[in-house]
């Protein structure tokens, strides 16, 4: 697609993206009722992401041969998590990082062997569908420090980013991190935060629903120290990569990432550093929600005298539900936010409190992710008997019939590919 086309889209596209996000329909959302359900015990299950309408969750799981293999999960019918195999060359190894909101599309990283060594494996993207699994490539082929990973897929599954080895503009002898937007076969770099001399990193980690928005960290100059860098959270759209600033600049240790994003890209998640609410000379981390050019931090689950930590790491698709992981005195607890309430609850608290469910026994301390409408909700916790356990609660959904807003995104952004 030529530029004058892509910016004359732009607005359309976000429109789009919009319209989609407030539509509703009494069909398509999927309408389980508030409970909680034990998944079982899968060995070395990782849980990465989950399918728009909350059917499919994707992933890892460690095979009879103690490999990790990069998996599809229906939690909504009986089948075992399917195995989406590894690309065919070098060691067994793959996981699986997102998928499309059908579920249909799964991207993430497999072991390949390096072009400058048979003998050494590293990590490419792939995308798989319809039971084959592709790889993308890399930004650049250098021999031994080759590696790409894909995070982040579109929701038609057409656009995916991650990001992947380039030569350090610095020092072309250097290899770095950059992150890339992979469609149509062409996987492109989008460049990096800071042209200063100190260091070159960017990696994306989240994409907008229609692919055109994508987000980040890469290294930007310190703001208390020029000859320094810290990760900063980044927002690229239109070819521009802007940073999202910090809760906090001037902490003892300055930094911020970007984890998550809406379905219309207008809304992002993340995490920065602030000063330790009890002793100012030191820095924690503090989860944020992004919109409108404002930051605004998230808190925390304890209260003095901590520990504090709050890390956002899903959010839903029109951005009013945040979910991740925070520290208390009994170690970290899945949490989950909301923009109506504007309070961070344990997600404990709110299974048992909301729903009635006794979870004696149970103990939730890994972030879940998190469907489209913010109903759905699968973790890894353990369970009574010490075993890790995935579970999935369905919380009273939060935004009717959200999820039929992403299906018709799906359909217009095909339309427009295929056109395109």
Same mark, same amino acid.
């Given at each position: 697609?030529?530029?004058?086309?892509?910016?004359?889209?732009?607005?359309?596209?976000?429109?789009?993206?919009?319209?989609?996000?407030?539509?509703?329909?009494?069909?398509?959302?999927?309408?389980?009722?508030?409970?909680?359900?034990?998944?079982?015990?899968?060995?070395?299950?990782?849980?990465?992401?989950?399918?728009?309408?909350?059917?499919?969750?994707?992933?890892?799981?460690?095979?009879?041969?103690?490999?990790?293999?990069?998996?599809?999960?229906?939690?909504?019918?009986?089948?075992?998590?399917?195995?989406?195999?590894?690309?065919?060359?070098?060691?067994?190894?793959?996981?699986?990082?997102?998928?499309?909101?059908?579920?249909?599309?799964?991207?993430?990283?497999?072991?390949?062997?390096?072009?400058?060594?048979?003998?050494?494996?590293?990590?490419?993207?792939?995308?798989?569908?319809?039971?084959?699994?592709?790889?993308?490539?890399?930004?650049?082929?250098?021999?031994?420090?080759?590696?790409?990973?894909?995070?982040?897929?579109?929701?038609?599954?057409?656009?995916?980013?991650?990001?992947?080895?380039?030569?350090? &503009?610095? @020092? %072309?002898? +250097?290899? #770095?991190?950059? =992150? !890339?937007?992979?469609? $149509?076969?062409?996987?492109? *770099? /989008?460049?990096?935060?800071?042209?200063?001399?100190?260091?070159?990193?960017?990696?994306?980690?989240?994409?907008?629903?229609?692919?055109?928005?994508?987000?980040?960290?890469?290294?930007?100059?310190? &703001?208390? @120290? %020029?000859? +320094?860098? #810290?990760?900063? =959270? !980044?927002?690229?759209? $239109?070819?521009?990569?802007? *940073? /999202?600033?910090?809760?906090?600049?001037?902490?003892?240790?300055?930094?911020?990432?970007?984890?998550?994003?809406?379905?219309?890209?207008?809304?992002?998640?993340?995490?920065?550093?602030?000063?330790? &609410?009890?002793? %100012?000379?030191?820095? #924690?981390?503090? =989860? !944020?929600?992004?919109?409108?050019?404002?930051?605004? *931090? /998230?808190?925390?689950?304890?209260?003095?005298?901590?520990?504090?930590?709050?890390?956002?790491?899903?959010?839903?698709?029109?951005?009013?539900?945040?979910?991740?992981?925070?520290?208390?005195?009994?170690?970290?607890?899945?949490?989950?936010?909301?923009?109506?309430?504007?309070?961070?609850?344990?997600?404990?608290?709110?299974?048992?409190?909301?729903?009635?469910?006794?979870?004696?026994?149970?103990?939730?301390?890994?972030?879940?992710?998190?469907?489209?409408?913010?109903?759905?909700?699968?973790?890894?916790?353990?369970?009574?008997?010490?075993?890790?356990?995935?579970?999935?609660?369905?919380?009273?959904?939060?935004?009717?019939?959200?999820?039929?807003?992403?299906?018709?995104?799906?359909?217009?952004?095909?339309?427009?590919?295929?056109?395109?």
């Amino acid at each position: 697609m030529d530029a004058a086309v892509g910016e004359s889209d732009m607005p359309r596209r976000r429109l789009l993206a919009t319209l989609a996000c407030l539509a509703v329909s009494t069909s398509l959302a999927p309408a389980a009722r508030a409970s909680f359900v034990p998944l079982g015990v899968v060995d070395g299950l990782a849980v990465n992401a989950i399918s728009a309408d909350g059917s499919y969750i994707v992933g890892s799981y460690t095979d009879t041969d103690g490999f990790s293999i990069a998996m599809r999960w229906n939690i909504t019918g009986t089948d075992p998590p399917e195995d989406l195999g590894e690309l065919p060359s070098g060691a067994i190894g793959s996981e699986a990082h997102a998928t499309s909101a059908d579920g249909s599309a799964v991207v993430g990283e497999s072991l390949v062997a390096s072009a400058g060594n048979p003998n050494l494996s590293v990590s490419e993207a792939f995308l798989w569908e319809d039971g084959t699994m592709t790889g993308l490539g890399f930004l650049q082929q250098l021999g031994n420090n080759d590696q790409s990973v894909a995070l982040a897929v579109s929701a038609d599954g057409a656009v995916i980013a991650g990001h992947s080895r380039a030569p350090d &503009p610095g @020092n %072309p002898s +250097k290899r #770095v991190s950059e =992150a !890339f937007r992979w469609e $149509g076969g062409v996987m492109t *770099g /989008l460049g990096f935060l800071a042209d200063d001399g100190n260091d070159y990193a960017s990696e994306a980690l989240a994409i907008s629903g229609d692919g055109e928005v994508v987000v980040g960290r890469a290294s930007n100059t310190d &703001p208390n @120290n %020029p000859s +320094k860098s #810290v990760d900063e =959270a !980044f927002r690229w759209e $239109g070819g521009v990569m802007a *940073g /999202l600033g910090f809760l906090q600049d001037d902490t003892a240790k300055v930094r911020s990432e970007a984890t998550g994003i809406s379905l219309d890209g207008s809304t992002v998640i993340g995490n920065s550093n602030v000063d330790h &609410p009890d002793t %100012p000379s030191a820095s #924690v981390t503090q =989860a !944020f929600v992004w919109r409108d050019g404002a930051m605004t *931090g /998230l808190g925390f689950l304890a209260s003095s005298p901590g520990p504090y930590q709050s890390l956002a790491t899903g959010v839903s698709a029109d951005g009013s539900v945040v979910v991740g992981t925070s520290k208390t005195a009994v170690g970290p607890e899945a949490f989950i936010w909301s923009e109506e309430t504007g309070e961070m609850r344990s997600l404990r608290a709110a299974i048992e409190e909301d729903l009635g469910v006794d979870l004696t026994g149970w103990t939730l301390d890994q972030a879940p992710v998190i469907s489209a409408d913010g109903s759905t909700l699968v973790a890894l916790a353990t369970n009574p008997d010490g075993e890790i356990e995935a579970f999935v609660t369905y919380l009273p959904e939060p935004a009717s019939g959200l999820y039929a807003g992403v299906a018709l995104l799906i359909a217009l952004q095909r339309r427009r590919r295929a056109r395109d």
